[in-house]
């Protein structure tokens, strides 16, 4: 099987590579480096025409980016993933599409199942929850892959916090299910492995690391990794970029398990090789669109 790994510059793409690439799949990369400024007219020139499977590695995981700039979180979010599954549709291709919890509005009282309707409060769940939508029309065979908290994300904000000042106001009442870079690469690359295997397995899952957790709680942790400011107090606040935090992104991840085996692995455990992940060099693709 040809799988093509739609990737930028982040870890997630040079992870999964590295996975993929130590399987007997025949791997072929697509750096996108600019999500928003790409010519989705030339989707042709840049997919071979053996693919089989397009995997889309762009996680799109910070809604207050989403918020700062909306025609990105538009065209990274929904216009170039909803190409792909079109292109697939008439190439007789399937498609792995990343969303992720944002697609709730956090105000349900238990965790959410995959079958679970949308109701997105920020820029970034709404075209997620939209290009979900689409994606089910276009293609019968996709897998759309829900992935709870990016731990990348927080562990960047509180190093860019503790720049400036010795205090990171994190919210107690906001809780999620961290996930690590190298874990989410597992689990994509299991699902990827199945369906190489000739599994009708298309649908709609949910990936989130094992233990729910509060933002607060979730500082905390990272506030006592090395290689972070010693001194730096973590306080139960509501800072002005977790307004867009939904109150519960927690998520039920069963049907994950039960269809690929795939189980739940402790983000805690991944919490200081994600720091270390993020100061890797980025390195570019053989291929960029």
């Known amino acids: 099987m040809h799988v093509l790994v739609v990737h930028d510059y982040g870890p997630l793409g040079r992870v999964l590579l590295e996975a993929l690439r130590k399987t007997h799949l025949q791997v072929s990369p697509l750096l996108i480096s600019e999500p928003d400024s790409v010519e989705l007219s030339a ?14 590695a762009l996680w799109l ?49 238990s965790a959410y199942i995959a079958s679970n309707p949308g109701q997105p409060v920020n820029e970034l769940g709404n075209w997620q929850w ?16 829900r992935t709870g908290w990016s731990l990348g994300r927080f562990l960047r904000k509180v190093q860019e916090v503790a720049v400036t000042s010795e205090t990171v106001k994190l919210p107690g009442k906001c809780h999620g299910q961290p996930v690590t870079v190298s874990d989410l690469a597992r689990v994509m690359t299991a699902i990827v492995k199945q369906i190489d295997c000739g599994a009708e397995v298309w649908g709609t899952y949910q990936y989130a690391g094992a233990e729910d957790i509060s933002l607060y709680e979730l500082g905390l942790a990272i506030a006592g990794l090395p290689g972070i400011p010693s001194g730096l107090r973590v306080v139960d606040e509501m800072a002005g970029w977790a307004t867009l935090e939904p109150v519960n992104a ?36 053989e291929q960029s669109a």
């Open 250 to 285: 927690t998520m039920i991840c069963t049907k994950i398990r039960n269809t690929f085996g795939i189980k739940q692995l402790s983000w805690r455990s991944g919490l200081s090789e994600e720091l270390a992940l993020l100061s890797r060099p980025e390195r570019q693709s």
């Open 43 to 56: 989707l042709a020139a840049w997919i071979p025409e053996d693919t089989d499977l397009i995997v889309n």
């Open 130 to 145: 939209e290009c979900e939508q689409a994606v089910r029309s276009l293609l019968p065979r996709h897998i759309l892959l």
């Open 61 to 109: 995981a910070d809604p207050e980016l989403a918020e700062k700039d909306p025609e990105f979180a538009h065209k990274a979010s929904f216009s170039l993933p909803v190409a792909l599954a079109e292109y697939a549709g008439q190439h007789g291709m399937s498609l792995l599409q990343l969303s992720s919890s944002y697609v709730f509005d956090g105000r349900k009282q």
